[in-house]
């Protein structure tokens, strides 16, 4: 089952030659995670959608409020029996209509959802190794802080990354500076300091980035900034780890000859988890 419009079927009545997601990428997505029946940090998520919508000059449907993407996300995972714990992803594509220009800039969506096997955040010592990949860069712009369905550089970093038996890759700008992981916002970890790039370097303007930044910050000891970080500095760190709203919180525990600890990143997970239980969710 899926929702179509809000509405949910089990069957998807699209023309895939008339389709602007399909055929020229115009789109935007949101992916949530669902825990006891609730939509974890639905508000960051709800304004991030709308201003993905704004730069790419959609017309948002008058009746798209928080509340109804909450309730729209929930009938389906409620109709699926996974609220408990689930992914779900929103897809927003404008209306079928022209080439590259498109004659009706309003847009539909489709909500698809599956069971998550964990409920609380949480990892484990397992080895996850990384590297740079340098095929294709991302560029330092507003469209690259967005989630459009543009993923051409995480998908041949995710093949490149199979190929060479590595967990993930992380990703440069045109400045050759590291912008993000393939699925998720960088951060790194040099004595009491705890950095991840800018916004402005091209990363994605993460949800979980901003809870990650806002409970480092109340972490006595443990100075969090935004600046540029150079791939040098990278086996200087004394950790790394990767964050998005599905896992949490993912160590790195090897690049290149440079191994690493977790001890901050396991800090965080504790709060976070905290944080969501007391449902004091930022």
Do not use: W
């Not at 179509?4 to 895939?16: E, K």
């Not at 992803?89 to 590259?100: H, S």
């Not at 095929?135 to 060479?164: H, M, P, R, W």
């Not at 590291?178 to 993460?206: Q, R, W, Y």
């Amino acid at each position: 089952m899926i929702s179509y419009n809000g509405s949910i079927t089990q069957s998807l009545d699209i023309n895939i030659q008339q389709n602007r997601a399909f055929l020229y990428g115009d789109a935007v997505f949101e992916t949530f995670k669902v825990l006891d029946g609730k939509v974890l940090f639905a508000e960051d998520h709800y304004f991030r959608l709308m201003a993905s919508m704004r730069i790419l000059r959609m017309e948002i449907p008058m009746y798209f409020t928080m509340e109804y993407m909450e309730k729209k996300v929930l009938e389906l995972t409620d109709a699926l029996a996974i609220s408990a714990s689930a992914r779900a992803r929103l897809t927003f594509f404008r209306k079928p209509g022209g080439y590259y220009l498109p004659t009706d800039k309003n847009a539909e969506f489709i909500i698809t959802a599956d069971a998550l096997p964990g409920a609380v955040y949480s990892f484990t010592d397992k080895e996850y190794e990384v590297d740079l990949f340098k095929d294709f860069y991302v560029t330092k712009q507003l469209l690259s802080t967005i989630k459009s369905i543009n993923k051409a550089v995480q998908i041949t970093g995710s093949i490149y990354a199979d190929e060479n038996g590595l967990h993930n890759c992380l990703l440069l700008n045109d400045e050759k500076n590291i912008t993000e992981a393939l699925n998720g916002n960088l951060f790194m970890v040099t004595g009491s300091k705890l950095v991840t790039p800018p916004v402005s370097d091209g990363c994605l303007n993460g949800i979980m980035r901003k809870q990650v930044l806002a409970l480092a910050r109340k972490i006595e000891g443990l100075e969090a900034e935004e600046r540029s970080v150079s791939p040098f500095e990278l086996q200087k760190a004394d950790e790394l780890f990767i964050t998005n709203v599905i896992k949490g919180i993912q160590p790195v525990t090897r690049y290149r000859k440079k191994e690493y600890a977790n001890a901050t990143a396991s800090a965080l997970l504790k709060k976070l988890n905290a944080q969501i239980r007391l449902g004091g969710l930022i």
